[in-house]
Every structure is written in C-alpha cells, then in structure tokens.
T-cell receptor, first 110, second 116 residues
Framework: AQRVTQPEKLLSVFKGAPVELKCNYS??????LFWYVQYSRQRLQLLLR??SRESIKGFTADLNKGETSFHLKKPFAQEEDSAMYYC????????????FGKGTTLSVSS | DTGVSQDPRHKITKRGQNVTFRCDPI?????LYWYRQTLGQGPEFLTY????????KSRLLSDRFSAERPKGSFSTLEIQRTEQGDSAMYLC??????????????FGEGSRLTVL
C-alpha cells in the first residue's frame, strides 16, 4: 500500500542554518511526489512537486528512488519558513487523491 | 474568485446531532475532495468527486457520513449521529482535470467540528 512517512514531528533550527525535512515513501511504480506547506493561520498550499524540478522559496527536493525518499532542503533557513510541512503522493496509480504524511513542524528562530 | 470556500468555519454540536458542511470549489475545477485532519495528523482522504459523480470513498467514510455534489459545483458533507471521535478539521480541496498527478490541490480553510 502507498505510504508516506515523515519521521520528525518537530525540527528546530536557527536562522541561517541548513534545513532538511525528511520524507520516505512506499509506492508501486513511479510516484509523483509533493510538498505542501501550511503557514500559521493560512490554508494548506502546494510548495513544490518533484516533476517540476523547481526551487520554490529557496527549497528544493530530490526524488531518490533507491532510498525511496523525497527530502525537502533549504541551505539557509529564514524565520518566515516556520510552518507545518507535509509530504504527499497519489493514493493509487489513477492518481485520484493524495495521501499525506503526518507532517513536520519547522521552527526557525533568530 | 477567492479560492475554495467552506462553511461554517467552526461548528460545535452535541453528540448524536447531525451536521452538514458546505464547500464551494474554484469555479473551473471539476474535481473536489474531502479530507479530515485531526491533531498531530496529516490530512486523511475521505472522498472525491469528478463533476457530480462520487468516484472514490475511503474506508474512513463510515455509513454515518454522506457527501454530495448535486450539480457538479458545490458539495456538502453530512455527518449523522455525531460522535466525539468525529471532532476534527474537515478540509475541502479542488483541482483541475488530471488530478493530483498533473495538477495541484487547492484547499479551503477548513470546517472545524467539535462534538461535545
């Protein structure tokens, strides 16, 4: 069955420090993977998806099929990055819905 | 268009009562999703519509839950005989045709249910 694991509930870093939010998955086939973010008092929104290979707000994520991982990285954290981050992938091959990990809270302090 | 809107934003009810939530998706989106989120968990998929057709339901959607999208526009999620375990944030999302594999989900702000 498809599954997303985010092993860390909370990640606390200082401003300017590198950030890596971990995501591991299990999936039959080649998945499309996503990172969604929820800032305080805002709605859940897409941050980036692996197929676009973009850097959004300084964040990147590389799909590692060998390790079945899709870790989210940023070289220098900023206070405005503090938010809840969710890794997600399609629930099935038809891609009719996403399943989400439990999320990681990123806290960036000065 | 202001995005996906949900109503009410917060509902407090007594155990055993029925509640109904409404979701208005982004107008040109023909896919609509309902998710449930409890404290410390990510959003959990409940059900999905393509236009007015309910194409998929999660095992989480017990018989007390029913969702409709009668004209392929807004959707309602009704919970009958609420239980304390139903307390959660109910999220609605919409997307264009192609679903999550090719597009992104646009979420509403959610409807928080508290069952006393």
């Amino acid at each position: 069955a498809q599954r997303v694991t985010q092993p860390e509930k909370l990640l606390s870093v200082f401003k300017g420090a590198p950030v890596e939010l971990k995501c591991n998955y299990s999936y039959s086939g080649s998945p499309e993977l996503f990172w969604y973010v929820q800032y305080s008092r805002q709605r859940l929104q897409l941050l980036l998806r692996h197929i676009s290979r973009e850097s959004i707000k300084g964040f990147t994520a590389d799909l590692n099929k060998g390790e079945t991982s899709f870790h989210l990285k940023k070289p220098f954290a900023q206070e405005e990055d503090s938010a809840m981050y969710y890794c997600a992938l399609p629930a099935n091959q038809a891609g009719t819905a996403l399943i989400f990990g439990k999320g990681t809270t990123l806290s960036v302090s000065s | 268009d202001t995005g996906v809107s949900q109503d009410p934003r917060h509902k407090i009810t007594k155990r055993g009562q029925n509640v109904t939530f409404r979701c208005d998706p982004i107008s040109e989106h023909n896919r609509l999703y309902w998710y449930r989120q409890t404290l410390g968990q990510g959003p959990e998929f409940l059900t999905y519509f393509q236009n007015e057709a309910q194409l998929e339901k999660s095992r989480l959607l017990s018989d007390r839950f029913s969702a409709e999208r009668p004209k392929g526009s807004f959707s309602t999620l009704e919970i009958q005989r609420t239980e304390q375990g139903d307390s959660a944030m109910y999220l609605c999302a919409s997307s264009e045709t192609g679903g999550p594999n090719t597009g992104e989900l646009f979420f509403g702000e959610g409807s928080r249910l508290t069952v006393l």
